[in-house]
């Protein structure tokens, strides 16, 4: 059981972690750990301390520590009452400064505690000061200050003035903990600061001097091929993670389970990665505790345990991790044992204490209703606090609401300038947006070249939604030539991602055989997977070739298209009424058949014009005869007119039989129905798989 004073603690509001280094996994280096504190500090509280001794024991750092580093860091174990703990810090530090202040280490340590309190204008003039008197930790401070921007105005981000502070740091001191951190700045640098070979040299330097995390950090660019080598030097970065793990540095007992939990360089072994990882945790990685705990709720390299899961996640949430208190939040929503009022509560807090992300998962979770009650007011009230914040994400998303009216009137100017700001910001969902309104009219004329543009934007900045739509494009030839290998080629990349529109759409591709090869099989895994992912079209498909088998289960295949339907699958309306006049699961149902293909008719989908125009014609034949609703003859003729100059051939025959002298004026039906396929009429009608015309990703 997660006990009470940890909840209490983390409804209360909890101290943020220090910042972590740029190159290192959030929250691993510049955040308090939990482990034990120093035995050697355990000595007779009677005796006099000095000042400075005072200051060091107060922020939980041994005066032989110069610069914290993912295996050392301050509070090492503290994880209640910690503001009040760091604010003790401040004054014991302040004091120590106080009596001696030329004490570099004394003023180091009062800047971090500062900066964990995030007091940021104080806590870098003590890291000034500390850096100007020789101090090891006083250089990595400041450099990290520049690399990420920390201090606003007072230190602005500038990589290059970053990289002079930390060699000068180096010359002057040679600390290790600095080659590691100049090291992976240079090689998590873009181009032209970006020099890897320098980052391998530096972490070698480090690690033959026994620093743990510079060892496990060289064994990570090696398994990325950082050296150049066409094949990762296995055995070398086991050797170099099995002693840095042997000398106890929990940043190499991450590295080793991530490596082992994700790749690359050693194969995948998720039971030996989550002991690791647990290692890692228990010796105090904030980094260890959260995925530890992913791996606890997926039930990855072991069973699945929500009580150690949301214990780990509490105690990182003590140590000042805001993921850890989204992770817990979204724990006690989604698994059981439920509790969805502590995780909204939760969230609430963390997203008024200034965390984006927090503010982002309540706006997807009211907008797409997850495991909460669907409410487009409150999603646009979250999205607009991410936004504030700076959450380009949340700023696609309030697009979106003005561009569908959701929880707003639709508004696609205003819908427009969010996805731009979103597209300032980088993200590449935005562009697949913008595509969408120019290939679905949305506010500007349709314009399918100018979509595919917008489209392919997306796709270079590695959106998967613009690669499906790229390559449905070409699989259709709408507002391009039609290539089935092009097609292939953008669908795969998006199935890559896990897109679950583009497996359906592939999996089209391998049942005709068009641009790779015929392949039943690999089709059908692939609209499962989508399926199984909630694609409500894909639900479609399902059901459709559960009637095309011998033995298929009508009952079945009407289940999983009311699914669809309700998924909101426009294609579905259709196919969910014509099974259901045509009695698959039983009897005959035109009642329901009928509210089906009037769902279709309001909803129309300019992707699939051919089950849009065949639910005019049912509807409105229905009408006319009254069957299964209240007659209203011209109702139904204006329907079946439409349908009819939509070049239905059902609505034209009908035309001709009824009202000869009207279908003179309706072309014949030509090509464009052809991507239509009506099954024989105890099968319905079997429509092509595409993408929900409103792009709902």
């Known amino acids: 059981m997660v006990r009470f004073t940890y909840l209490f603690a983390l409804l209360a509001g909890i101290a943020v972690s220090s910042p972590a280094r740029s190159g290192e996994p959030a929250d691993s280096v510049r955040s308090a750990h939990a482990a034990e504190a120093p035995a050697a500090w355990e000595a007779d509280v009677a005796q006099p301390v000095s000042p400075g001794a005072a200051c060091d024991r107060a922020v939980g750092l041994p005066r032989e520590i110069q610069v914290v580093s993912p295996d050392h860091t301050i509070l090492e174990g503290v994880t209640e009452n910690r503001n009040t703990a760091l604010e003790e810090a401040v004054a014991a530090c302040t004091a120590a400064v106080a009596a001696a202040p030329a004490e570099s280490s004394s003023l180091y340590r009062l800047g971090l505690s500062l900066a964990a309190l995030e007091r940021r204008p104080e806590a870098l003039a003590a890291f000034t000061r500390a850096k100007d008197l020789g101090f090891s930790g006083g250089y990595d401070a400041i450099a990290e200050g520049r690399f990420e921007g920390l201090y606003g105005e007072d230190l602005p981000k500038d990589l290059a003035a970053g990289f002079a502070v930390i060699r000068e740091g180096i010359e002057r001191t040679g600390h290790p903990e600095l080659k590691r951190g100049l090291a992976m700045a240079l090689a998590r640098a873009e181009p032209p600061h970006r020099d890897s070979a320098q980052a391998l040299v530096l972490l070698d330097q480090a690690a033959r001097a026994g620093h743990g995390p510079a060892a496990a950090d060289l064994a990570q660019l090696l398994a990325e091929g950082a050296d150049g080598s066409l094949e990762p030097d296995t055995p070398r970065i086991r050797s170099l993670l099995d002693a840095a793990v042997a000398a106890g540095s929990r940043r190499a007992m991450f590295v080793y389970a991530h490596l ?29 505790m959260l995925e530890a705990a992913g791996m606890m709720r997926a039930g990855e390299g072991g069973p699945v345990d929500v009580e150690s899961q949301r214990r780990w996640l509490v105690r990182a949430s003590g140590l000042g991790s805001r993921p850890a208190r989204l992770a817990l939040a979204t724990s006690h929503i989604d698994m059981e044992p439920t509790n969805t009022r502590l995780g909204l509560v939760l969230l609430e807090r963390l997203a008024e204490d200034g965390y984006s992300e927090a503010a982002h998962e309540l706006g997807v979770r009211y907008q797409d209703a997850v495991r909460v009650q669907r409410d487009y007011l409150l999603a646009l009230k979250w999205f607009r606090r991410a936004a504030e914040a700076g959450d380009g994400r949340a700023m696609k998303q309030i697009g979106k609401l003005h561009d569908y009216g959701e929880g707003v009137a639709v508004d696609h ?75 292939a080629r953008w669908l795969q990349k998006a199935v890559d991602q896990n897109d679950r529109t583009a497996k359906l759409n592939l999996a ?28 409500p079209q894909a639900l479609n498909d399902l059901a459709l070739l559960e009637m095309e088998r011998s033995r298929g289960s ?144």
């Open 508 to 535: 089209n591709l391998h049942f005709a055989g068009r641009g790779v090869p015929q392949d039943q099989v690999r089709g059908l895994v692939l609209l499962q997977q989508s399926a199984e992912q909630g694609l």
């Open 260 to 288: 082992l939990d994700k790749g690359p360089a050693l194969p995948q072994d998720l039971v030996t990665a989550r002991a690791l990882y647990m290692r890692a945790a228990e010796a105090g990685s904030i980094s260890g």
């Open 413 to 487: 100017a205003e819908a427009r300038r969010w996805y731009d700001r979103a597209a300032a910001k980088g993200v590449a969902s935005a562009y697949t947006a913008i595509g969408m309104q120019y290939d679905h009219a949305m506010g500007v004329t349709r314009d399918l070249a100018e979509a595919l543009v917008w489209y392919r934007r997306g796709a270079e900045r590695g959106s998967a939604a613009s690669m499906n739509n790229l390559g449905f494009a070409y699989q259709t030839g709408r507002g391009v030539r039609r290539d089935d290998a092009e097609a």
């Open 554 to 697: 009508g009952e079945r295949a009407v289940r999983m298209l009311r699914e669809a339907a309700v998924g909101r699958a426009p294609v579905a309306y259709h196919n969910l009424g014509m099974a259901l006049i045509q009695g698959w699961d039983g009897t005959p149902d035109y009642q329901e058949a009928n509210y089906w293909f009037r769902q279709s008719v309001d909803n129309r989908s300019d992707i699939d014009p051919g089950a849009y125009s065949e639910s005019q014609f049912q509807l409105g034949r229905n009408l006319v005869r009254g069957i299964g609703i209240t007659r209203d003859r011209d109702e139904g003729l204006r329907l079946i007119r439409a349908a009819a100059s939509a070049r239905n051939p059902r609505a034209q025959a009908y035309l001709v039989r009824y009202e000869p002298g009207r279908v003179s004026k309706v072309r014949p039906a030509g090509s464009e129905l052809k991507a239509v396929r009506i099954a024989r009429p105890d099968r319905g009608a079997r429509l092509p798989a595409k993408p929900d015309a409103r792009g709902r990703r």
